[in-house]
Structures are given as C-alpha cells and as structure tokens.
C-alpha cells in the first residue's frame, strides 16, 4: 500500500493540466509552422513580442531582429507620416478589428501589397495585454487586379476609338449626301435661263437641307450633352396625350397605340421639342421592329424612391440581341440597311435624357419585344404660358455684333439690317469693350467661342460696367459646356433665322420692345 503511495506521490501533473499544456504546445508549432501567414503579437503599445516563421518569410526579418521593435517600421514614410499605424489599432480597439489592404515594406526595403488583420487580445478578466496581428501578402492577386483593370482600359480605349471611327465615318457619309443636293441646287440656280418655278424648287430643296443638316447637328449635340436646350416646365400627362393621338395617326392602322398614364403624374422640367423627338424617334424605332403591324405602349408613372418620372415606350417587335443592345445608344450604331436610318435616333434619346438630369434605359427580348425608357426628374414648378413673345421690334435699335467669322457675321448683319437695326461689329471681346466706351448701344449679341476673351467672359464684363446693357450669346452649346451658369445669361441656339433672331431680341426686354402677357 505504502509501495501504491509513493508511486502516486511521484505521478506527474494531473491529466487537465497536461492535456492544456499539450494543445498550448500543439498550436504554437502550428502557429510557427505556418509560412503563408505572418501571425505575431503586439504588446497595448504596438511592439513585437513573438514572431512565427511566416512573419519571416514575409517581411524578411529574424524573431531576433523584430522583438521588442514597433510594428509601424513595415509601414511605409508616407503611411508612417499620416498616423496610420496609431490609427490601426485605434480602430482594432474601437471595432473590435482592423482590417485593410495597403502597401508595406519588408526588411530590404521592397514593397509588398498586404492584406492585414488586428484583433484586440483580452486576459480571462477582461483587461486588454494586446494585439493579435495576422499578415498575408497577396500582392500576386494585386498584380493580377492591376492587370486586369489596364485591360479593361485598353479595351474600352479601343471601344471609344472604334465608336469615334464610325461616328466619322456616319457624319461623313450624312453630309455629303446633304452637301450633294445644296452643291448641285446652288449650281443649277447659276444658270441664267432657270425658269422661276425651277428656282424656287431649288432655294426649297437648299432651305429643307439645311434644316436635315440642324437637325443632324442637334442630334450629335444632345449624343455629346451640348445641346442647347430650352427646358419648361411640363404637364407631362397632356403632352403624352396629344403624342399618342399624333402616333395612333401616324403610325398606321397596323399599329395599335395604347397610353398607360398615371392619374397623378408629376411634372417634369425639360425642353418639349427635344422630348417629342425622343419619343419620336422611340416610336418610329418601335415601328420598324413590327413591320406586320403590333402594339407600341406608352407608359409613365412615377417613381417615388428615385424621385423621377419614367415614360416607357413598349412594342411587341422582334427585339434585340444582347449584343446589340449593349451597343444600341451609340452613335451611328444601327442594324437597318445602308440609307434606311442615321443610327442616331437613341443616341439623341440617351444625350437628351442625361443633360436634362435622368437617363435613358433599354430592355429587349428577341422575338418579343423592346422597352425603352426616359427617366426624368421631378419639378415643383408650374407649367408656363404657351404664348410666343411677339416679335415687333421698334426700328432703328442700335446693335454691337461680335463675331469672328467673316461669314456668319455678314450673315447676321443682313439679318439684323432687315429687322430694321443699326449694325455695328466687332471681330472680338476685346474690340467689342474698346467700341463700348463712349457709345450707346441698346443691345450686344455676341458669338460665344472666339480667340481670346470669349462671348461668356465679354458678357460678365459688359455687366460689370454696363448693368443695363442687355447681352444675347450666339451659340450651338449649350450654357453649361460654355461655362455660363444656367439663366445667366440669354442664349441664342446657332443655327438661327430672322424669326429666331427676333424672338430671341424681343425677349431680353429691349427698351420699347412688346413685352409678352
């Protein structure tokens, strides 16, 4: 019994205390083992108190070489310099971890792209003893990333110039065809002999082409958001009303058209001519996906989260391929034959929708169908009188014209001239300021993109010195590509004819000119 005594007496450690030695043991040989990792400690204050072998491989230094250092030497200076060690484990003690990915250094000086954690380390009484610090290099995985995105790049680089290419390649192809009929119109008029009948077929044709040639243009401005738009507030219930009586007209009797609005629509503030060409151009799209004949729907309805109106348009056509449909709002991007479309009609939709403050969506299924929609934002305003500003101006108002262009300028002498106005021009901001002093005029309307000062500079100083001098920019952008603020300043969209000239005279409040009810 005494022998059974003294060997229990010189037994070792209890089982439980063995057993948490030997799995303490256990998990330091697999924390040691570990080379992917560099797992270590850090005391409240930042500094290395054990360092395992993958710490090692990474950051290149020794256990003997980092204990008792600061972790914030494998930050980089400007890491260092803006506090972002200190604020590691501010944000590990505050969250209950830290994580980040970022550039750090290892022992010769090379970077390394790091993905690291910090967890705060708590004793069985709660007190905190420190920092439990894991880092992986993962800067294959960033190399790769940054590869991938330098493609991505290059790809869409090379998709621009490919959309560029067949942008001017479309309006090549569009103007010339434009340019054929004003070229061979201007010639037959040459002829001595011309019957009157003959003449004025040809000035129609030459006056109509040039209208298709603005057209064109606007359609590229509003592509790029510089169309100068002319926004106004809209019921934009009764607008759709009278477009679809227009289309169920139009369209054929092939085509059934069906409206679909909201009892309480919002309204929206938007250029209405522009917008009746976007739907229109969705509508003529709709009709030529449904040459047997189809339903196009016109919907609108609000959008609460968002805060913007969407009208869609629906047909029942033979719809897109996902390829074409990811290429649909692209400039002269069309699948109809040669001659048969400009491949400009969505695009003008996207531009008109972005520079209005929305956007454009499209969904398509083949073999049933394409909706598009103009998502618009909601206004507040109220709806404005229709009524057009008479355009009766009092004779002899004194007029400064800036222009650079010879042309245009002459252009916009005569028109000037047979509104009754005494002319005086100017070919810059700067001669136009000089022939300002001393001399009163009534009114200055000024091209905006000159050499030197341009229009917006010469009107803000104008304001300056002259409060009272009303300024009309004459522009085929519109106000915010030319730095003007929106209502700063009165704009005259180029191209533009006598009656737009003196529409846009009669608005900026000349002395004794009618004013608008």
Known sequence: MAEHDAGMSASPEPDGKRTLYQ???????????VRDYAIYMLDPDGYVVNWNVGAQVIKGYSEDEIVGQHFSRFYTPEDRAAGEPARALQQALKAGKYEREGWR???????????????????????????????????????????????????????????????????????????????????????????????????????????????????????????????????????????????????????QVRLDVHPELWRVEADPAQLETALLNVAINARDAMPQGGILTIAATNLESEDLVCVALTDTGGGMSAEVME?????????????????????QIHGFAAQTGGRAEIDSVLG?????????????????????????????????????????????????????????????????????????????????????????????????????????????????????EPGEFHLLAKPYGREELAQALARIRLPGAPVAA
């Open 368 to 484: 049933q169908g394409t909706t598009i929609r103009l998502l618009l934002p909601r206004t507040q305003g109220t709806p404005v009188n229709g009524e057009r500003v008479p355009t009766e101006l009092p004779e002899g108002l004194k007029i400064l014209l800036v222009e650079d262009h010879d042309d245009v300028g002459e252009f916009a002498r005569h028109l000037l001239e047979d509104l009754h106005c005494q002319v005086a021009s100017a070919t810059s901001g700067e001669q136009a300021l000089s022939m300002l002093e001393g001399a009163s005029f009534d009114a200055v309307i000024t091209d905006v993109i000159m050499p030197g000062m341009s229009g917006v500079e010469l009107a803000r100083r104008i304001r300056e010195r002259m409060p009272g001098l009303p300024v009309l920019l004459a522009s085929g952008y519109s106000a915010d590509i030319l730095s003007a």
């Open 23 to 33: 799995t303490e043991l256990h998990f330091r040989l697999l924390v040691q083992a």
């Open 105 to 255: 250094v290892r022992k010769s000086g090379e970077r390394f792209w790091a993905n690291v954690l910090i967890d705060p380390v708590y004793d069985e009484a709660g007190k905190h003893i420190g920092f439990a610090k894991v880092t992986r290099d993962v800067t294959e995985r960033k190399q790769a990333e940054d590869q991938l995105e330098e493609t991505r790049a290059a790809l869409a680089q090379s998709q621009k110039l490919l959309a560029l290419g067949e942008l001017a390649g479309g309006i090549a192809h569009d103007f010339n065809n434009l340019m054929t009929v004003v070229r061979g119109s201007a010639e037959l008029l040459r002829r001595p002999d011309l019957p009157e009948d003959r003449r004025l077929r040809y000035l129609d044709a030459i006056t109509a082409t040039a209208d298709r040639a603005a057209r064109l243009t606007g359609h590229l401005l509003a592509f790029s958001r510089r169309q100068p738009l002319k926004p106004e507030v809209l019921d934009l219930a009764r607008q759709l009303t009278a477009f679809a009586e227009m289309m169920s007209r139009m369209l054929g009797s092939t085509i």
């Open 327 to 347: 290429r649909a709002f692209e400039p002269f991007f069309t699948t109809k034959p040669v001659g048969k479309g400009t491949g400009l009609g969505l695009s």
